[in-house]
């Protein structure tokens, strides 16, 4: 019974991780612009996004930098690579974010009004 729940323990651990990752992920605005460009136009290279931060985010970290938002992106399960010849490709995943939105469902205006500055203080 006890090998049970360790093993019940481990698996919703991995799971928690795996969210966590995800946020972490999504939390910098670099990386954020990153699945901006590949949403955009998915399969590009290093050299490609590198350009195209730069042209349309004004982002101007280094390859290198680049390269580590990568993989971390790529760790949490947000985009994909393949090898092609020389070239790392990227592609946008977003099984994972779609995921946070079943979890937390954006719930239609039923007809509360926003609080008021007032009442958050309360």
Known sequence: MLAYHAA???KRDVALDCH???YRAISDPTRRAILDELV???GQSLFDLCSRLIMKHGISSSRQAISQ??????AAGLIRTRRE????LHWYVGAPLKEIGERWPILADDGIPNPTEEDTRE
């Open 8 to 10: 019940l323990t481990r």
């Open 20 to 22: 966590v990752d995800i």
């Open 40 to 42: 955009d136009r998915s």
């Open 69 to 74: 938002h990568l993989d971390v992106l790529e």
């Open 85 to 88: 010849g020389r070239s790392k």
